[in-house]
T-cell receptor, first 111, second 118 residues
Framework: SQQGEEDPQALSIQEGENATMNCSYK?????LQWYRQNSGRGLVHLIL?????REKHSGRLRVTLDTSKKSSSLLITASRAADTASYFC???????????FGQGTRLTINP | GAVVSQHPSWVICKSGTSVKIECRSL??????MFWYRQFPKQSLMLMAT?????????EQGVEKDKFLINHASLTLSTLTVTSAHPEDSSFYIC??????????????FGPGTRLLVL
């Protein structure tokens, strides 16, 4: 069953603005990952944050994790048209390899 | 590195036929592969976990006799949709995990296979 919920479901912003997406989950995790999916394509791994980490950066991406609230956020700074895609968070339960995906956020960057 | 391919990328078939989808890890050995399905504008739903040399583990609600999974080698897993029906039309995505590397937690995803059953 899906345990991740993301909000907003859809987000439309102007190029250059920052985009923030949130993810909540229900059970204890080893780590949380964020993926990007362009329309009709496979998933691209963006970043992994472990349960003992609070914040992680990768280029224009910033991910935070609050295990007490069972939530994570993905911030994309200085957005570009090429960032238009769906973004999914995924969690793995402790002791399990399989991932449970959130419902995703459809991000549209308007030029 | 860590490239996963799928074949075919898309397939159209008549109702009642069987369709085989291949998932290959191109530059690493994958002890575990996963199969997901994704309906339009929805998230990925895990169908089954495939371990090399053993039977696949199916998620609740997934018919193992309809979705046959074979993981005969460390670089290849196949998903066969038997007696496909229009409701099986979906986007099927595989992923793979490699063992013995620091990034073991990362799943590497294939580009997906779009199945349309007429």
């Amino acid at each position: 069953s899906q345990q991740g919920e993301e909000d907003p479901q859809a987000l439309s912003i102007q190029e250059g603005e920052n985009a923030t997406m949130n993810c909540s989950y229900k059970t204890s995790i080893n780590n949380l990952q964020w993926y990007r999916q362009n329309s009709g394509r496979g998933l691209v791994h963006l970043i992994l944050i472990r349960s003992n980490e609070r914040e992680k950066h990768s280029g224009r991406l910033r991910v935070t994790l609050d295990t007490s609230k069972k939530s994570s956020s993905l911030l994309i700074t200085a957005s570009r048209a090429a960032d238009t895609a769906s973004y999914f968070c995924a969690t793995d339960s402790q002791g399990a390899q399989k991932l449970v995906f959130g419902q995703g956020t459809r991000l549209t960057i308007n030029p | 590195g860590a490239v996963v391919s799928q074949h075919p990328s898309w397939v159209i078939c008549k109702s009642g036929t069987s369709v085989k989808i291949e998932c290959r890890s191109l530059d690493f050995q994958a002890t575990t592969m996963f199969w997901y399905r994704q309906f339009p504008k929805q998230s990925l739903m895990l169908m089954a976990t495939s371990n090399e040399g053993s039977k696949a583990t199916y998620e609740q609600g997934v018919e193992k006799d309809k979705f046959l999974i074979n993981h005969a080698s460390l670089t290849l897993s196949t998903l066969t949709v038997t007696s496909a029906h229009p409701e099986d039309s979906s986007f099927y995505i595989c992923s793979a995990i490699t063992s013995g590397r620091s990034g073991r937690e990362t799943q590497y995803f294939g580009p997906g296979t779009r199945l349309l059953v007429l």
